[in-house]
């Protein structure tokens, strides 16, 4: 296998621009240990005033939060970047697929900057469009393309939301991935409607089983490394869910036995998780959403409730910092950031305020017109989704 092939590429090293991909560091970072370095952050933003939006994914940490102008999830984020026209500097605090949603979602005029290109998504990258291609064609030889809606969540690179609005398809978040399945079962009128969900096989499973009332066997997991995916036409025509083999590598570590412990040793504890986990942890879970929902059932818990919750833990630590009048507690028994949104410090973020002070725009994220052109489209068709979700 060549290092191209390499699921992800040492982080920082090497040059992938098609992948959500680790790529050096063409700048002078300062050091971390700067003492000066929220001063700069802080006088860069000054100096930049309305021309910088500074945009930030709840995952991201604290020392990079507090310069956030807008913070939420990626949906939220999404709508707030395509609302400041105005604005000539989109800095993204996030992952590198967030920024490309960003440059797709705002004119030519805006340039859009992710502090660290090395802020990639291991979920993004188990999606590739050749793969995702050779499934498509695997479809139309089992006589089932036809009806099948490609339908991605909002975590995967550019070229697979595009292929997603070529083919009649639509982007979804964790905030709305029932209503875009919704939509997308409603596209075939004649009923026989199926989806191609990529590329996290666990939203996909949770939200089809869980709110959609699909039952599990209708579920069939594609598997890109297999020959075939791994499935036998019949088994390709009886699905109704073609979930792609991915997952977060973040989200894929909370396990059922500790949602079984914390409950013995805690009475009354309300286990509160993403849906990204796998689809045994959210049976066991009271209540499952995206991350702003997450944050939306903290700020309205009662004072002395206890949560476990499993998410990214910045944002975990950030609401048991923020509610100490609420025992909130960690759904892992390890430590689990996501070390790619973990990439972007405030070494990174003081280079890119300060570099676009001096004139300089660095890291610009930028995806091509015709891939731009498509994903639009399914951008598009999410963010005029009818109705609102189940979990706001
Ligand atoms: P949301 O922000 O949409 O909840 O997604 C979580 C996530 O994993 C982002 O990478
Ligand atoms: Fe990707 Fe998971 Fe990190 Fe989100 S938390 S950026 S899905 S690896």
Redesign the pocket.
């Known amino acids: 296998m060549s290092l191209v092939d390499l699921p992800l590429l040492p982080l920082g090293k090497g040059r992938d621009l098609d992948a959500e991909r680790g790529v050096e560091c063409p700048g002078d970072l300062p050091a971390a240990s700067d003492p000066g370095l929220v001063e700069r952050a802080r006088a860069a933003k000054a100096a930049l005033g309305e021309r910088v939006f500074v945009l930030g994914h709840h ?1 991201q940490r604290d020392e990079v939060i507090q310069f956030a102008d807008v913070t939420g999830d990626s949906f939220k984020l999404a709508r707030d970047a395509a609302a400041r026209p105005d604005a000539e500097f989109i800095v993204f605090c996030g ?1 590198h697929f967030m920024a490309e949603s960003a440059d797709i979602l705002t004119s030519p005029a805006q340039q859009v900057v992710l502090p660290d290109l090395a802020a990639g ?4 990258d188990m999606a590739r469009l050749r793969q995702v291609e050779d499934a498509w064609d695997a479809m139309a030889d089992a006589g089932i393309q036809d009806s099948v809606v490609p339908v991605t969540y909002m ?1 995967s690179s550019a070229d697979i939301k595009a292929f997603c609005g070529r083919n009649g398809g639509v982007v979804c978040t964790s905030s709305n991935a029932d209503v875009a399945l919704e939509w997308a079962f409603a596209q075939k009128g004649d009923g026989d409607a199926k989806v191609l969900f990529l590329p996290d096989q666990h939203l996909g499973r949770n939200t089809a089983v869980l709110q959609m009332g699909i039952d599990l066997d209708e579920c069939v997991v594609w598997d890109p490394r297999q020959p075939g995916g791994g499935l036998t036409p019949e088994e390709l025509r009886r699905a109704r869910m073609i979930l792609w083999k991915g997952h ?4 894929g570590r909370f396990s059922a036995d500790v949602v079984d412990e914390l409950r013995a040793q805690h009475l009354g504890i309300h286990i509160l998780v993403h849906p ?1 986990c796998t689809h045994e942890v959210v049976l066991k879970a009271d209540l499952v959403g995206s991350t702003e929902f997450i944050i939306k059932t903290i700020e309205a818990a009662e004072p002395g409730t206890t949560w476990a919750i499993g998410t ?1 833990l910045n944002l975990v630590k950030r609401l048991a910092d923020a509610h100490p009048d609420k025992n909130i507690v960690f759904l892992d028994r390890n430590v689990c950031y ?1 070390s ?2 973990n990439r972007i410090d405030l070494p990174h973020l003081v280079w890119a305020l300060e570099s676009l002070v001096a004139g300089t725009v660095v890291n610009q994220v930028t995806v091509d017109p015709e891939t731009e052109a498509d994903a639009l489209v399914a951008l598009q068709r999410m963010l005029d989704l009818p109705g609102k979700s189940h979990r706001d």
């Open positions: 995952y992952v998504c291991s979920m993004a975590n977060c590598s973040v989200h990204e990214e996501c790619t949104m």
